[in-house]
């Protein structure tokens, strides 16, 4: 998440907005983002674990999501996936934004 933060400028350049979901709890995530500095907004699917499941990342064991970045287009569709440890590298993400932004 700190090199999504980092790299902000680069998704507001192709007009793309960024979220963090993960499976911690609101005031969790609320330290997390004081704590790192972290300005887009992080929502919490604690609760019943919908969207994690919804997306195919839920690891059922654990509770927890699987790290996963995924790149929604205008449309609603999803233009770009990236799972496991590379998730944190923003690099195919910005990638793909751009894309999105420049299809016409």
Do not use: W
């Not at 704590?35 to 499941?53: G, I, M, Y």
């Not at 790290?67 to 590298?89: H, L, M, P, W």
Request: hydrophobic share 40%; aromatic share 8%.
């Amino acid at each position: 998440m700190l090199a999504y933060q980092s790299g902000i400028a680069k998704f507001d350049a192709s007009e793309t907005k960024v979220f963090g979901i993960s499976t911690d709890n609101t005031p969790s995530q609320k330290e997390f983002a004081a704590k790192n500095n972290v300005q887009f907004p992080l929502l919490s699917d604690f609760a019943k674990r919908q969207v994690s499941t919804d997306y195919g990342v839920l690891l059922v064991d654990s509770g927890m999501a699987n790290r996963s970045t995924f790149v929604i287009d205008k449309e609603g569709k999803i233009a770009y996936i990236e799972q496991g440890n590379t998730a944190i590298d923003p690099t195919g993400a910005e990638a793909a934004c751009s894309r999105a932004a420049h299809k016409k």
